[in-house]
Nanobody, 121 residues
Framework: QVQLVESGGGLVQAGGSLRLSCVAS????????MGWFRQPPGKQRELVAT???????NSADSVKGRFTVSRDNAKNTVYLQMNSLKPEDTAVYYC???????????????WGKGTLVTVSS
């Protein structure tokens, strides 16, 4: 039906930058919200940042001023620009999208498989 594929993770030194991308594909009619969550080692998954179809963003206090979420609606793609990375940003980053599929009559949440971001001190 709907697939989300992340890219852009990797190893970076503290203070460095990375840009994550996530492309949604499949039987998509509309995508309401796209965004990023992360799961640090041994911890629960947490919100990083989201962006609505109209461009309204929401982000965790821990990343404000450092991370920027954006999207390209024509490409069904969401990005996460991460600057001034810290070791505590180390986590598996998951893409999320609330999608109205052409095969269903309501919006549903879909998740990518995740991409690992490791920040060394």
């Amino acid at each position: 039906q709907v697939q989300l594929v992340e890219s852009g993770g990797g190893l970076v030194q503290a203070g460095g930058s990375l840009r994550l991308s996530c492309v949604a594909s499949g039987n998509i009619f509309s995508i309401r919200t796209m965004g990023w969550f992360r799961q640090p080692p041994g911890k629960q998954r947490e919100l990083v940042a989201t962006i609505t179809l109209g461009g309204t963003t929401n982000s965790a206090d821990s990343v404000k001023g450092r991370f920027t979420v954006s999207r390209d609606n024509a490409k069904n793609t969401v990005y996460l620009q991460m600057n001034s990375l810290k070791p505590e940003d180390t986590a598996v980053y998951y893409c999320n999208a609330r999608v109205l599929s052409t095969l269903r009559d309501r919006y549903m949440d879909y998740w990518g498989k995740g991409t690992l971001v490791t920040v060394s001190s």
